[in-house]
């Protein structure tokens, strides 16, 4: 059997991690799309067949491979491709602007651009916008070199990794809320050492169905699943009614979601009646929850809710386990959970002392997954790596049984009369009431150079709320000073490509009075 180690040592990358699992039962399903559905073998060759077409274009070890594509096959098989060639790949965020992933394309030195056909012309304004050596389709186009067609006269024998550990592997790029987007370089060793091996055994393989991009946490999951003889189930996109009768459909058994997301799963009609008693767990990350809606999908669903809390900067730093998911234990359940295994949490205040149990500061990390540093932006790097610890920004607390709480981004957080308001305080009330689906409070400064307090607040489908009943909640709770002076209705929240409700938008529209004419 040819060697798929890495010339000269016994390392081996992720993508022969994946590679060995596919080898493992070449005949069962390993993707689903569409009605597609492709074998561990076929795509294992689809791999083997893409990493040859790559290198006969020019593609080479070290060089930077972006990816502008929609959650497909061909997606994820080009992304291991690129990775046996020892490539630094990276696959651009679909909801950011042209102009952003102009920036991120220019700025890792992206050599070539795989293009998914549907992408066509956002792939024009890239072209225009930064310069790449050259650009392959993952399918047939009247302007580009089709990868496919050229794979599929490629021979599908094992092909090497070129990869070395040191080598770049992956760039993950910040959300770019607060200006220009921050790139992080990770290693293919880094990488590696985070796809342990499963355990054996276990008649029952994962099925994990991906309704989100495949980049960052769900990317990495679809990643373990394959590695774990399991198969996954790709959607286009979000849909609640069909991501449930997906569940039943599909037998699934572990899923990715990013809140609302869970909360539209218990609130859709057809919620009642599909049958879930596949799942075994429900993931979620990307933004702080509401206790009380968490409450919600327990109840529907079981015990199943997992919540990973990290950074792109620091990796994972908590997770909320299944157990952990209680109604009865609000305080808790309103936590990220107990800081993983490798992880040392510390929070501190402004002078950098650390803080006791229970007193709100900066949460600073210290791991073997915090970042080197953000790609070319040393300043940058500076203000957040101190004596060994990643600043995160984020604002939040430690119980005494270990528990972290993240309150809120140290640059969301209001100040009104130098009092410090919390707005997932405010946000959770709000989600509360059995008429909320969601909700998002942030801060407006005023023409009188104060902070006020401004709410948007998503109603239940179909329900109509009256407003002052929500402020008087409030006011009860948390006093004239957290009051709204301004409370709006939308339909659903603007999201930043990470999925976080776009707290930097809704101000833009609150500043201007259009939140509920532009949302």
Same mark, same amino acid.
């Given at each position: 059997?040819?060697?798929?180690?890495?010339?000269?040592?016994?390392?081996?990358?992720?993508?022969?991690?994946?590679?060995?699992?596919?080898?493992?039962?070449?005949?069962?399903?390993?993707?689903?799309?569409?009605?597609?559905?492709?074998?561990?073998?076929?795509?294992?060759?689809?791999?083997?067949?893409?990493?040859?077409?790559?290198?006969?274009?020019?593609?080479?070890?070290?060089?930077?491979?972006?990816?502008?594509?929609?959650?497909?096959?061909?997606?994820?098989?080009?992304?291991?491709?690129?990775?046996?060639?020892?490539?630094?790949?990276?696959?651009?965020?679909?909801?950011?602007?042209?102009?952003?992933?102009?920036?991120?394309?220019?700025?890792?030195?992206?050599?070539?651009?795989?293009?998914?056909?549907?992408?066509?012309?956002?792939?024009?304004?890239?072209?225009?916008?930064?310069?790449?050596?050259?650009?392959?389709?993952?399918?047939?186009?009247?302007?580009? +070199? #089709?990868?496919?067609?050229?794979?599929?006269?490629?021979? !599908?024998?094992?092909?090497? @990794?070129?990869? $070395?550990?040191? /080598?770049?592997?992956?760039?993950?790029?910040?959300?770019?809320?607060?200006?220009?987007?921050?790139?992080?370089?990770?290693?293919?060793?880094?990488?590696?050492?985070?796809?342990?091996?499963?355990?054996?055994?276990?008649?029952?393989?994962?099925?994990?169905?991906?309704?989100?991009?495949?980049?960052?946490?769900?990317?990495?999951?679809?990643?373990?699943?394959?590695?774990?003889?399991?198969?996954?189930?790709?959607?286009?996109?979000?849909?609640?009614?069909?991501?449930?009768?997906?569940?039943?459909?599909?037998?699934?058994?572990?899923?990715?979601?990013?809140?609302?997301?869970?909360?539209?799963?218990?609130?859709?009609?057809?919620?009642?009646? +599909? #049958?879930?008693?596949?799942?075994?767990?429900?993931?979620? !990350?990307?933004?702080?929850? @509401?206790?009380? $809606?968490?409450? /919600?999908?327990?109840?529907?669903?079981?015990?199943?809710?997992?919540?990973?809390?990290?950074?792109?900067?620091?990796?994972?730093?908590?997770?909320?386990?299944?157990?952990?998911?209680?109604?009865?234990?609000?305080?808790?359940?309103?936590?990220?959970?107990?800081?993983?295994?490798?992880?040392?949490?510390?929070?501190?205040?402004?002078?950098?002392?650390?803080?006791?149990?229970?007193?709100?500061?900066?949460?600073?990390?210290?791991?073997?997954?915090?970042?080197?540093?953000?790609?070319?932006?040393?300043?940058?790097?500076?203000?957040?790596?101190?004596?060994?610890?990643?600043?995160?920004?984020?604002?939040?607390?430690?119980?005494?049984?270990?528990?972290?709480?993240?309150?809120?981004?140290?640059?969301?957080?209001?100040?009104?009369?130098?009092?410090?308001?919390?707005?997932? /305080?405010?946000?959770?009330?709000?989600?509360?009431?059995?008429?909320?689906?969601?909700?998002?409070?942030?801060?407006?400064?005023?023409?009188?150079?104060?902070?006020?307090?401004?709410?948007?607040?998503?109603?239940?489908?179909?329900?109509?709320?009256?407003?002052?009943?929500?402020?008087?909640?409030?006011?009860?709770?948390?006093?004239?000073?957290?009051?709204?002076?301004?409370?709006?209705?939308?339909?659903?929240?603007?999201?930043?490509?990470?999925?976080?409700?776009?707290?930097?938008?809704?101000?833009?529209?609150?500043?201007?009075?259009?939140?509920?004419?532009?949302?």
């Amino acid at each position: 059997m040819a060697s798929h180690l890495a010339a000269g040592s016994d390392f081996r990358t992720h993508v022969e991690k994946i590679l060995a699992g596919l080898e493992t039962s070449p005949a069962r399903e390993a993707l689903v799309h569409r009605g597609r559905r492709t074998t561990a073998l076929e795509l294992r060759a689809m791999v083997f067949r893409m990493a040859r077409a790559l290198r006969r274009q020019g593609v080479d070890r070290r060089q930077t491979v972006t990816i502008l594509s929609g959650t497909r096959p061909e997606a994820l098989a080009v992304r291991f491709a690129a990775g046996l060639v020892g490539c630094r790949v990276h696959h651009l965020n679909n909801s950011l602007t042209a102009e952003t992933q102009a920036a991120i394309v220019q700025d890792i030195e992206t050599h070539t651009l795989i293009v998914d056909p549907g992408y066509g012309d956002r792939a024009e304004e890239l072209t225009g916008l930064a310069s790449v050596a050259q650009v392959l389709s993952l399918g047939p186009s009247d302007t580009r +070199t #089709d990868l496919l067609e050229l794979a599929a006269q490629e021979a !599908a024998d094992p092909f090497p @990794s070129r990869a $070395r550990p040191q /080598d770049i592997c992956v760039f993950n790029y910040t959300g770019g809320t607060t200006g220009r987007p921050k790139g992080i370089a990770v290693t293919y060793e880094e990488i590696s050492g985070n796809y342990t091996a499963p355990p054996a055994g276990g008649a029952q393989k994962p099925r994990l169905l991906m309704c989100t991009p495949l980049m960052y946490t769900g990317g990495v999951m679809a990643d373990v699943v394959l590695m774990s003889e399991g198969t996954v189930v790709l959607h286009d996109g979000f849909d609640a009614g069909e991501v449930l009768a997906a569940i039943e459909r599909e037998r699934i058994t572990h899923i990715f979601l990013v809140p609302p997301m869970p909360y539209q799963l218990v609130d859709h009609p057809a919620s009642v009646t +599909t #049958d879930t008693s596949s799942m075994r767990t429900v993931m979620y !990350a990307g933004c702080r929850a @509401s206790a009380s $809606r968490l409450a /919600d999908v327990v109840r529907r669903f079981g015990p199943v809710l997992v919540q990973s809390y990290g950074q792109n900067e620091a990796g994972g730093i908590s997770v909320l386990a299944s157990q952990d998911h209680d109604p009865s234990r609000p305080g808790v359940l309103s936590s990220a959970g107990r800081p993983l295994p490798w992880v040392t949490v510390a929070i501190r205040d402004e002078a950098g002392r650390e803080l006791p149990p229970l007193e709100h500061g900066e949460i600073c990390v210290r791991s073997k997954t915090v970042m080197r540093g953000y790609w070319k932006q040393p300043d940058e790097s500076d203000a957040v790596l101190k004596d060994g610890w990643l600043h995160t920004g984020d604002i939040g607390f430690l119980d005494s049984n270990g528990y972290l709480t993240v309150t809120d981004r140290a640059r969301d957080m209001i100040n009104v009369a130098s009092d410090h308001i919390y707005p997932s /305080d405010l946000e959770d009330l709000l989600n509360s009431h059995h008429l909320v689906a969601d909700s998002a409070v942030f801060g407006v400064l005023g023409d009188d150079a104060i902070e006020h307090v401004h709410a948007v607040v998503v109603p239940v489908p179909g329900e109509t709320i009256n407003p002052q009943k929500l402020l008087e909640m409030v006011r009860e709770a948390w006093g004239e000073i957290c009051v709204p002076i301004q409370l709006g209705f939308t339909d659903s929240l603007p999201r930043t490509g990470a999925g976080k409700p776009d707290k930097q938008r809704l101000k833009a529209l609150a500043s201007t009075r259009k939140v509920e004419s532009e949302l």
